[in-house]
């Protein structure tokens, strides 16, 4: 059974750096059917995608966050990454790491989400 | 603001039936597939129907998606206290080259 697993740290200070992990268990981040990216839900709002790749290297973004964002598949270790730098407050938030179906675009699975607190 | 527009809020008794809307656009809903998410309080959004009107293994005929044009809609029957969540449309933008979501509606069962 494919499962996904977020890591990293809960606090970040404001302008620095966020950074996680996502790992992958039960089957290979190697498929060109899919592609593997973060999905974030604010405190209390509705989700927001972030930004997906396929693990050849081709990478969708979010307009909003595409300046700050970079995302990378590690396919050695089966996991992939995600960055987000100059975060600011209201990038406090659960961030999830999801695998999205190609053509039809479906979520499935979730891992299940890690929060991320921008404050000093 | 979200790109597609959902109701915040939906509501009946137990055994009733509800039917969430998801409003979208020419780049978005009218040319692509539609998915749900199911999000209980305090876990991960789950996959609830995807490719419009398909459900994965485990999810009951309750559930049930349909789209026409530039619109989608879930149908929830025989609605439960288990069934109380927010629910998700999700899709891509073929102008934005992006995941959308709509803003998520909250199922009350009365």
């Known amino acids: 059974q494919l499962q996904l697993q977020e890591s990293g740290p809960g606090l970040v200070k404001p302008s620095e750096t966020l950074s996680l992990t996502c790992s992958v268990s039960?089957?290979?981040?190697?498929?060109?059917?899919?592609?593997w990216g973060w999905i974030r839900q604010p405190p209390g709002r509705g989700l927001e995608w972030i930004a997906f790749?396929?693990?050849?290297?081709?990478?969708h973004y979010n307009p909003s966050l595409k300046t700050r964002v970079t995302i990378s598949v590690d396919t050695s270790n089966n996991q992939f990454s995600l960055k987000l730098n100059s975060v600011i407050a209201a990038d406090t938030a659960v961030y999830f790491c999801?695998?999205?179906?190609?053509?039809?675009?479906?979520?499935?699975?979730w891992g299940q989400g890690i929060l991320v607190t921008v404050s000093s | 603001q979200s790109v597609l527009t959902q109701p915040p809020s939906v509501s009946a008794a137990p055994g009733q039936k509800v039917t969430i809307s998801c409003s979208g656009s020419?780049?978005?809903?009218?040319?692509?597939?539609v998915s749900w998410y199911q999000q209980l309080p305090g876990t991960a959004p789950k996959l609830l129907i995807y490719?419009?009107?398909r459900r994965p293994s485990g999810i009951p005929d309750r559930f049930s998606g349909s789209k026409s044009g530039t619109s989608a809609t879930l149908g929830i029957t025989g609605l439960q206290t288990g069934d109380e969540a927010n629910y998700y449309c999700?899709?891509?933008?073929?102008?934005?080259?992006?995941?959308?979501f709509g803003g998520g509606t909250k199922v009350t069962v009365l």
């Open positions: 999801a695998r999205q179906r190609h053509i039809t675009d479906w979520l499935d699975p």
């Open positions: 039960g089957d290979s981040i190697i498929s060109g059917d899919y592609m």
């Open positions: 790749m396929y693990y050849s290297g081709t990478i």
């Open positions: 020419n780049s978005n809903i009218k040319n692509k597939y």
């Open positions: 490719e419009n009107d």
């Open positions: 999700g899709t891509w933008d073929t102008s934005l080259s992006a995941g959308v």
